[in-house]
Nanobody
């Protein structure tokens, strides 16, 4: 059973930076997609970014390209999301998710992922 634990959320002013981390344990497959999603109050869950654990290929939603960077440290079983130039509209609960690798197309819908963390709150003040 894969377990995911996020950390690193907090309160930051617009233009600031935060780094989220997701520790992965209980892996049973060779390769996974690791995704970050976010959900703001009253809104649907939104895909943010994803990475493949084996090759480190990445994929981002358009609104965070150039500002966010997803990375993985396989030695530490950690996936990170570096968030720069934060905007108030980035405020949300951020979730880490995992899906066993199944091909070259990145999964971007929440229902495609099998495992989820508990979430960490990110608040960006204006």
């Amino acid at each position: 059973q894969v377990q995911l634990v996020e950390s690193g959320g907090g309160l930051v002013q617009a233009g600031g930076s935060l780094r989220l981390s997701c520790v992965v344990s209980g892996r049973t497959a060779r390769n996974y997609y690791m995704g970050w999603f976010r959900q703001a109050p009253g809104k649907e869950r939104q895909f943010v970014a994803a990475i493949t654990l084996s090759a480190g290929r990445t994929y981002y939603t358009d609104s965070v390209k150039g500002r966010f960077a997803i990375s993985r440290d396989n030695a530490k079983n950690t996936v990170n999301l570096q968030m720069n130039s934060l905007k108030p509209e980035d405020t949300a609960v951020y979730y880490c998710a995992a899906k066993i690798y199944s091909g070259n197309t990145f999964p971007t819908r929440g229902r495609e992922y099998d495992y989820w963390g508990q979430g960490t709150q990110v608040t960006v003040s204006s």
